[in-house]
């Protein structure tokens, strides 16, 4: 999901649910720090951390920051699976795989303008069991065996 659509939703989402959300943004990899600091500061329960080129680049910082000021937080890409809490969005290997697809229907003269603009159909959860122990939290079993 874009992120723009997601910074969107997920504040609206929020209130519809009674949940207080406060926004920390880092739109350069100097401002990552900050941004974690500040949620800290602000006594964060959790954190969204949105795909998007800056927090891909820096998966591995990201997760660190997360890791260091003690928040857990959601991602939105595998790679962020390695050291990450909990990862859930779409399957990567899955749109690939859809692609090919569209490369084929192309190639056989279809204009790309008549193709249907798709939106993922799988999607996986991650949860690293070894984060969650390192913040304390405690996973239910219907999860875990949910994931496996």
């Given at each position: 999901?874009?992120?723009?659509?997601?910074a969107?939703?997920?504040?609206s989402t929020a209130?519809?649910r009674?949940v207080?959300?406060?926004?920390?943004?880092?739109t350069?990899?100097e401002e990552l720090?900050t941004?974690?600091?500040s949620?800290?500061a602000?006594?964060?329960?959790?954190?969204?951390?949105?795909?998007d080129?800056?927090?891909?680049?820096?998966a591995?910082?990201v997760v660190?920051l997360?890791?260091e000021?003690h928040l857990?937080?959601i991602?939105?890409?595998?790679?962020?699976?390695?050291?990450?809490l909990v990862?859930?969005g779409?399957?990567?290997?899955d749109?690939f795989?859809r692609a090919g697809?569209?490369?084929?229907?192309?190639?056989?003269g279809?204009k790309?303008a008549?193709?249907?603009?798709?939106q993922?159909?799988?999607f996986?959860?991650?949860?690293?069991?070894?984060?969650?122990?390192?913040l304390?939290?405690t996973?239910?079993p219907?999860?875990?065996?949910?994931?496996?």
């Amino acid at each position: 999901m874009h992120r723009l659509l997601l910074a969107e939703e997920v504040p609206s989402t929020a209130r519809k649910r009674g949940v207080a959300l406060s926004i920390v943004e880092a739109t350069k990899t100097e401002e990552l720090d900050t941004a974690f600091a500040s949620a800290a500061a602000q006594r964060a329960d959790a954190m969204i951390v949105f795909g998007d080129i800056l927090t891909i680049r820096q998966a591995t910082r990201v997760v660190g920051l997360a890791a260091e000021y003690h928040l857990p937080a959601i991602y939105f890409f595998r790679q962020f699976a390695d050291g990450g809490l909990v990862v859930y969005g779409p399957d990567i290997a899955d749109l690939f795989r859809r692609a090919g697809g569209y490369v084929d229907k192309i190639l056989k003269g279809t204009k790309p303008a008549d193709l249907p603009v798709e939106q993922p159909t799988k999607f996986e959860l991650v949860i690293n069991m070894k984060t969650a122990k390192a913040l304390d939290l405690t996973v239910p079993p219907l999860v875990t065996r949910s994931c496996r």
